[in-house]
């Protein structure tokens, strides 16, 4: 079972920013390291995801896109809102929902985030669902457990993201058991902090990561992904 590694840019970025990093990420041929392992996956801000398709298909480059958000709606009169509906065409294959950036600065509810996941799931986009150990109860309210399990649950605590501060590995094996055992979780992703030297740790007891910080300049991404390929092939 390969390991996901999930870069979310959330609003970093330029047009010719998102241009230079994938026509530098090295193509499967160019890659002397391979990284079959790995389901990596792509989060760009949503004008960028056109072009990011354009140059992974281009250069044939091992590389899944999500988007960081989608509409709770279908097509119609929706101004400014980004349905699953005109995403057809683009190879969506996942969308990050709940993030707690959303929750917070834009007061999406546990309900709105539901709406979002079950949206999702109808046009075969599979959800990451972002959820914090205080809130489980709260943020999985409106969700069937049956729903839950066809979810990527990223189990992120606010504290650390973006403070440098990650969870102890160790935690997580509890909390993905109370998840297995409460909400029926298959898969649990763990985000906050994650960086190349601490990647293996996680993905030793997780099924993958979701990064911010590391996934934006190349070269630090590139190194989280040897590092965690590698410390998969050791295991
Ligand atoms: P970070 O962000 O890797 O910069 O801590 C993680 C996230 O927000 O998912």
Partial sequence: MKKYVIANWKS??????????LNNFPSNEENRRPLDSLEIIL????????????????????IKLAVQD????????????VAAFNLQDLNI????????????FLAETSQLVADKVN???NWKIKPILC????????????????VLAQCLLAYEPVASI?????????????????????????TLIYGGSVNADNVV??????????LGGTSLDLADFLDLLFAASQGLLVD
């Fill in 12 to 21: 970093n970025k330029t047009f010719s920013e998102v241009a230079y990093w």
């Fill in 43 to 62: 989060a760009p801000p949503y004008p960028f995801l056109s072009l990011a398709k354009e140059i992974i298909d281009k250069r044939h480059l091992p």
């Fill in 70 to 81: 989608l509409s709770p709606f279908g097509s119609g009169s929706y101004t400014g809102e």
């Fill in 93 to 104: 294959e996942y969308a990050i929902l709940g993030h707690s950036e959303r929750r917070r």
């Fill in 119 to 121: 949206e999702a799931l």
């Fill in 131 to 146: 959820l914090d150990k205080a809130y489980f109860v709260e943020q999985a309210r409106f969700l069937k457990n049956e």
């Fill in 162 to 186: 973006g403070s440098g501060q990650a969870e102890e590995a160790g935690n997580l094996l509890a909390i993905r058991k109370e998840l297995q055992v409460n909400y029926n979780s298959k």
């Fill in 201 to 210: 740790s996680f993905l030793k007891v997780c099924d993958g990561v979701l």
